[in-house]
């Protein structure tokens, strides 16, 4: 069975503050992403990686940065966190191939104050 | 550019038959996903289409028609814990490796 775990259900920051959501796979996935998810504009892509330190830009990808050091690890960061980026915060990981679905995490709830 | 809608909300009966519809424009295409979302959770994968016509799955099936950008959900036989948010994606290449574009969702709300 694919496990995605990511590090907290939910997460409270104050405005500038420097915030790291981590991700864990545990299927040797080679696709990791990064998605928020506000109500009204589903969910979004902000950045992904197909490889150890390989990663692509999203669709929303400002403010944000990642680090991928090891194939089951995805970390997200926000360098200075804003009240704009409170949101869901969801990670998936996915083999390769276009007809693979996407395993999702169960979700960072930040909120940032 | 990239445009996936589908209805916003919908209501149906406990028993009854419910079509959630999706219709995309995107500059690729390599198959189309389906995925519940029960509030507060994960998306879980439904069913996925790359060629035209139907997929049955149990009660759920799915119907993709490419060169009119429509596919859609049909739950069968719905129960209550069926209230959930249905998500269309597409999958295209994007570059590096496949990428989904996600619908806004569909909340269903199944009554007694």
């Known amino acids: 069975d694919v496990k995605v775990t990511q590090s907290s259900r939910y997460l409270v920051k104050r405005t500038g503050e420097k915030v790291f959501l981590e991700c864990v796979q545990d299927m040797d996935h080679e696709n990791m992403f990064w998605y928020r998810q506000d109500p009204g504009l589903g969910l979004r892509l902000i950045y992904f990686?197909?490889?150890?330190?390989?990663?692509e830009k999203g669709d929303i990808p400002e403010g944000y940065s990642v680090s991928r050091e090891k194939k089951e690890r995805f970390s997200l960061i926000l360098e200075s966190a804003s009240t704009n980026q409170t949101s869901m915060y969801l990670c998936?990981?996915?083999?390769?191939?276009?007809?693979?679905?996407?395993?999702f995490g169960p979700g960072t709830r930040l909120t940032v104050t | 550019g990239q445009n996936i809608d589908q209805p916003t909300e919908m209501t149906a009966t406990e028993g009854a038959i419910v079509q959630i519809n999706c219709t995309y424009q995107?500059?690729?295409?390599?198959?189309l996903f389906w995925y519940q979302q029960h509030a507060g959770e994960a998306p879980t994968f439904l069913s996925y289409n790359v060629l035209d016509g139907l997929e049955e799955k149990g009660r759920f099936s799915s119907f993709l028609s490419r060169s009119k950008g429509y596919s859609y959900l049909l739950l069968k036989e719905l129960q209550m814990k069926d209230s959930a948010s249905y998500l269309c994606a597409v999958s295209f290449y994007g570059g590096a490796t496949n990428k989904l574009i996600f619908g806004t969702g569909t909340l269903l709300a199944v009554q007694p």
């Open positions: 995107t500059s690729g295409f390599n198959g």
């Open positions: 998936a990981s996915s083999s390769g191939g276009a007809s693979y679905e996407q395993y």
């Open positions: 990686s197909y490889d150890v330190k390989m990663k």
